[in-house]
């Protein structure tokens, strides 16, 4: 069993340890790999049974080991796509690799470097040989999506026999010509979302942004080292919905970092309520190793960060349930992952909400009527 790990806030690393010893306690045969492949001592310590650990972003690494516990059959179709630790009807496409930014929290960059946008050309191969497989449902992930190409002056590449530039809005069209469902993440909101909005419209690509807000007062925002603010994100949310009035706004935030005051707090949750994002992420502030904010005065105490992270996921939750409680009546088309569980176009796996029915084979596309709506997922009856 292979376990990607993310080793970036303590949380994360105490989940992904946890999922390890699950693997081993399920399987005996585990692989670690992903971010928190950098702390291998840590990991052995805590379970010294697992075969190897690699880094993040080591595919070959990963493959190596399991070949040598799990020697490899030869497919001379699916050899050509490489390794996919997904389900067969959706997988995730890798457009680059490292950040640009600087952001006080974070230290993607000091263990991934800069920006490495991937030739255009080799993206949508990669893409279109998916689909050949059998996927039904792209999602494309990064560090920084919307910087796709900056690194490398947008430079021109070939598809299909065609030139196409390396940027978000001409790699979201090609996509939008597979026929597959195509899913934003890791959208940074620069000007040139805009731009890939009427797209959504068209149906040519999923209404759905996956941008991480982080906070929403200046102040914050500043010490975060995080671009825009609270006002302009409500002025361009209204002009995307106003253009695609379906679409879905996932977001992730951050409560208790160093020196966020009780207003500075009430005025996220205030911007929480004018948003009205459909799907939304929380962590308390975790120190990381290495991360700038460390040296941050004025930290605020655990249980303060705890409290605020329960008051914005109540105050989220009701979001959520006002606007999934519109979707009764109405028919959605769905992606099956498992029978009886689906997902609409609004729902990520894994990390967003799902549409429960009874029936369904994984990886079909099924009309589902919805009947009732919780405060996270959606139940319906399939037609």
């Known amino acids: ?12 690393v ?27 001592d840590l990991i052995k310590k805590m379970h010294p049974s697992v075969l190897a650990i690699t880094g993040p ?5 990963v493959m190596k080991a399991v070949h040598a516990h799990l020697p490899k059959p030869h497919d001379p179709y699916t050899d050509l796509i490489g390794v996919k630790l997904t389900p067969p009807h959706y997988a ?22 800069d920006l490495v946008s991937r030739p255009i050309g080799e993206v949508m191969q990669e893409a279109e040989n998916l689909v ?9 992930i990064s560090q920084d ?87 302009k994100v409500l002025q361009r949310l209204e002009e995307w919905r106003r253009i695609c009035p379906d679409l879905t706004v ?51 105490a655990e249980e303060v960060k705890a409290f605020r992270k329960e008051r914005f996921m109540l105050t989220q939750a009701k979001i959520s349930a006002a606007k999934l409680q519109r979707k009764v009546g109405r028919t959605l088309r769905v992606l099956v992952d498992a029978p009886g569980v689906g997902r609409s176009s609004a729902d990520a796996p894994e990390i967003d909400g799902v549409v429960r029915f009874k029936g369904g084979k ?12 919780g405060e996270h997922e959606l139940y319906g009856r399939l037609q």
């Open 57 to 61: 972003h080591d595919t070959p690494a």
């Open 145 to 231: 999506t919307s910087a796709y190409g900056v690194d490398i002056k947008y430079r021109t590449g070939f598809w299909r026999g065609r030139p196409v530039k390396t940027r978000m809005t001409q790699l979201c069209e090609s996509l939008g010509e597979l026929g597959v469902w195509v899913r934003l993440h890791y959208v940074y909101p620069y000007p040139h979302v805009d731009d890939v909005i009427p797209l959504m419209a068209e149906g040519r690509i999923l209404p759905y942004l996956d941008v991480p807000f982080q906070h929403a007062t200046p102040r914050i925002l500043k010490l975060m080292r995080r671009p825009a603010s609270a006002e």
């Open 250 to 300: 996932r977001s992730t935030f951050i409560v208790g970092f160093p020196g966020e005051t009780e207003a500075e707090f009430s005025e996220l949750l205030q911007f929480l309520g004018e948003a009205q994002l459909d799907r939304v992420g929380c962590f308390a502030y975790s120190p990381v190793d290495g991360a700038a904010a460390n040296e941050l005065p004025d930290a605020v």
């Open 132 to 140: 050949k497989a059998g996927v039904k449902e792209l999602l494309v």
């Open 92 to 113: 995730y496409l890798k457009i680059s690799e490292g950040c640009n930014h600087r952001c006080s929290f974070c230290i993607i960059p000091s263990m991934r470097g």
């Open 14 to 40: 105490e989940e992904s340890l946890g999922a390890i010893g699950e693997a081993l306690a399920g399987n005996g045969k585990v692989v670690v790999t992903g971010c928190l492949g950098v702390k291998q």
């Open 362 to 373: 994984a990886g079909e596309f099924r009309q589902v009527r919805v009947e009732r709506a």
């Open 1 to 12: 069993m292979i376990v990607n790990t993310c080793g970036f806030i303590d949380a994360a």
